[in-house]
Every structure is written in structure tokens, then in C-alpha cells.
């Protein structure tokens, strides 16, 4: 178990602010009326089914990763950040519930499209793919391999579900029908771009960010901000590009080690509850997140 690694937070047990909701893997709290704690805990989800064990470091990690990339892309988009220590509003006695995995960001009005940016054609792209020859009404070359290359990063919106929900893949014009023209250009726009930068950061570090989603909101004077995580190891896949083929699901730092486990589980429906997970499968997790940080960023977990 490396040093740094502490004991694993499944859920988060604040008592000095008011819970506003838990979602798959963050806990939000409201901090007076115009801001959010949120908490990055050690939950997992796949498939959109919370995982019953935490991943040691998990959130750690992912606070660590999403800090990074909203200083790297800072002015592309406004984010969230407030700048102030998560710390200082919570109680004394709660401060290590908070340290490290946790931000303090302004409240906003989300927008309930997630804004989903494919470089590779891998997951239910390759899926809709090899269906339809498109991806989320997006025609492709035919003759294309898993995990191949796309000729230009695409933009494939996807409409946010209730929890336990799948995810809805959704054209642009129905994003349109759903938020409006102009917002939804702004919003593919900002992915694009977002995307490509860090796409081609990641490369100088030997690793291919293959898809990523992003999550907007507005605030009071109607301005869009990038918001919650970006570009983590949840919300990416993240593939090794020395080894990296097409033709089949290349390995991955990222959460796919255990949807790829949870594929081989007799039986299960994808549905909650989840089958448990081995301890191999928890410790190999984690220590893809902790080498994804490494790698991307250049540093150790803090």
C-alpha cells in the first residue's frame, strides 16, 4: 500500500453545512447560498451502478486530476472554482473528511447534456458504429476498427438520466430541440476546443485521451462555465500509447479495468446491486488511477 494512501472514504458524513445531494461518486454540500462543497469520495460507478466497495485514493486522485486540468484549460471557458480552501468551511473535526478530494466552487444552473467529445471509436460509439456506420447521427468511413482513430474529434451529446439511468446518446439537433442553438453551439464549441488541448498535451506524455465528457452550467447573468470534474480518469478513458492497436479495447487507466471485470460476471444485468469486486480488481483500480495522475500531471498524489 503506498504511503500516501489513506483510509478509503465511501461516503461522507458532514454535519456543519446542509446536504444538498450524493451523487454517483461526489457528495455536495451547500456553502451559504451562491456556493457547493463538493466532496470527491471513493465510490465507483459502472454501467451506472454504484459499486458497493470504494477504491482506496480514488477521490483523491480525481480532485488532484480535475484541479490540474481547470488551471491547463483555464480561459478556453470560465470554470467553477471559488479558490477557497475547502477546509475553512467545515468543522475542525471534519477537515480530514474534506482534505485533498474536495472543492469549493460556485453554485450554478446545470445544463442536463453532457457534452461528450470522441477521438476513437471505442465503447457505445463502436457500438452505435457498427450499427448504423454513424456515431450519434454522425456518418463515419466505413471500414473502420475498435478503438481506430477518428479523422477529427466528434462532438455526441448525451442526455443526462435519473440515477440508476443510462446515459442517453442524442443527436446535436435534438441538443438543440433540448437547450437552444445558441447554447449548444457555445457548448460544442468550448468541447472542441477543450478536447483538442488537452488531447495533445496528453500525447506529449504518452497517453491517448480516447473520448471525455464535460459538464456545463450557468450562472445568475446567464454565463456558461465548465463545471464538476474534467477530464478525470471517471469521466475519460485514458490509453497507454505505447501499446495502443486498433482492432480491440486497448488497456486503460481508467475505470474500464473494471467494467471489463464486471463483463465476465455470469449473470449480472447491469442493474444495481452490483456484483462485489474482488480485492485484485479494488487494488489494480487503484493503482491505475494513481498512474494515470502520475503520468498526465507529472506528480505524485498530494
Not at 458504429?129 to 479523422?151: K, T, W
Not at 459538464?215 to 464538476?228: A, I, R
Request: net charge neutral; hydrophobic share 40%.
Amino acid at each position: 500500500m503506498p504511503a500516501t494512501m489513506r483510509p478509503a472514504l465511501y461516503e461522507s458524513s458532514l454535519r456543519s453545512l446542509p446536504l444538498v445531494g450524493r451523487g454517483k461518486v461526489r457528495d455536495n454540500y451547500a456553502v451559504g447560498d451562491d456556493k457547493l462543497l463538493i466532496v470527491t469520495t471513493d465510490r465507483l460507478s459502472a454501467f451506472d451502478v454504484v459499486m458497493r466497495e470504494p477504491i482506496p485514493d480514488k477521490g483523491r486522485v480525481l480532485n488532484q486530476m480535475a484541479l490540474f486540468w481547470f488551471e491547463r484549460l483555464a480561459g478556453v471557458v470560465p470554470d467553477h472554482l471559488t479558490g477557497i480552501a475547502p477546509e475553512s468551511v467545515v468543522a475542525p473535526d471534519e477537515v480530514e473528511q474534506v482534505r485533498g478530494r474536495s472543492m469549493v466552487v460556485k453554485r450554478l444552473e446545470p445544463i442536463l447534456v453532457e457534452a461528450v467529445v470522441r477521438g476513437y471509436l471505442i465503447g457505445s460509439g463502436w457500438k452505435d458504429y457498427q450499427a448504423s456506420g454513424a456515431v450519434c447521427g454522425i456518418a463515419l468511413p466505413p471500414g473502420l476498427q475498435q478503438a481506430a482513430e477518428l479523422p477529427e474529434p466528434i462532438f455526441t451529446p448525451a442526455a443526462k438520466a435519473a440515477a440508476g439511468e443510462h446515459d442517453e446518446n442524442i443527436d446535436f439537433e435534438d441538443m438543440v430541440a433540448r437547450i437552444g442553438r445558441p447554447l449548444a453551439e457555445r457548448i460544442r464549441e468550448a468541447s472542441l476546443t477543450l478536447y483538442r488541448r488537452a488531447r495533445d498535451y496528453a500525447a506529449q506524455r504518452g497517453i491517448i485521451i480516447a473520448d471525455t465528457k464535460f459538464e456545463f452550467g450557468l450562472d445568475g447573468n446567464g454565463t456558461l462555465h465548465l463545471m464538476d470534474e474534467v477530464l478525470t480518469a471517471d469521466s475519460s478513458r485514458f490509453w497507454p500509447a505505447d501499446v495502443y492497436r486498433p482492432g480491440s479495447s486497448p488497456p486503460s487507466f481508467d475505470k474500464q479495468y473494471v467494467r471489463d471485470y464486471l463483463e465476465t460476471v455470469p449473470g449480472w444485468d447491469k442493474k444495481a446491486p452490483a456484483p462485489p469486486l474482488p480485492p485484485t480488481v479494488i487494488a489494480a483500480t487503484a493503482a491505475k488511477y494513481r498512474e494515470a495522475l502520475r503520468r498526465l500531471t507529472g506528480r505524485e498524489l498530494q
